[in-house]
């Protein structure tokens, strides 16, 4: 019974925490995903909109994650991890991932807007973003590889 439930569960848990990176960084989980596991033209335009979010979220004229329009650009990438998550594990259907990712992003959107918010008063904006960036790469990597 115990390797059943987690059979079904680990799939579900690695899609949300998927849908987790996309709250924190809205490209960053399309684009690790899209590099480790496809390739091609589409992983290098994914992380060249990584790479332009990293910069920009260093502007403190940036809107914060909970505007309207990021808000649906972190559920969107959420979905579209979610989906593409759910086919690479097999294990629930792609609907069923867009949805638990989609969740996961909406979650952590509001949770890491309060965590940036109390690491910008303690190191700083420039420091609290970078910091940021690195934990996202660094659970899409770990979450991808896991998939």
Known sequence: MEFALNSV???FLLVFLLGVVSGLRTFTGPAVLWFMRHRGPWAYVLIAAAVFEY???LNPKAPPRTDFASLLCRLISGAFVGWWAAIATGGITPVSGAIVAAAGALISAYASL?????AIA???NNASGLLE???????????????
């Open 133 to 147: 960036d690195a934990v996202a790469i660094a659970a899409s990597i770990a979450i991808v590889a896991a998939l």
């Open 122 to 124: 303690a190191i700083g």
């Open 9 to 11: 569960l680990v799939p």
């Open 114 to 118: 309060w965590v940036r918010r109390r």
């Open 55 to 57: 910069y920009f979220d």
